[in-house]
């Protein structure tokens, strides 16, 4: 049987590219219901890991220009993401 996006990341804990793109976004709103805005931001959030997956191979992008193609990635998102996504943020 084959599970939704949402439930793997439910039963999973899978927070990856794959399983975010593969929600239903009305499912993924009812996760964090307490956010403000929760429907259309879980809408951005499915486009963004769709881009993700498509563009990026299912990878977070190590640039910050790419990163900032990514629908609902703007710049101070963009360079917390950098920053996290490099070597030197383990050291």
Do not use: M, W
């Not at 996290?84 to 943020?89: D, F």
């Amino acid at each position: 049987e084959e599970k939704n996006g949402v439930e793997l990341v439910r039963t999973r804990n899978c927070l990856c590219a794959d399983s975010l793109a593969n929600a239903n976004p009305e499912d993924l709103a009812k996760i964090f219901s307490f956010v403000l805005f929760a429907n259309v931001k879980s809408k951005h959030i499915v486009l963004a890991a769709k881009e993700v997956k498509n563009q990026f191979h299912g990878k977070v992008p190590e640039t910050i220009s790419s990163l900032k193609s990514i629908t609902g990635i703007g710049p101070k998102l963009a360079d917390l993401l950098f920053y996290v996504n490099s070597y030197s943020a383990y050291e």
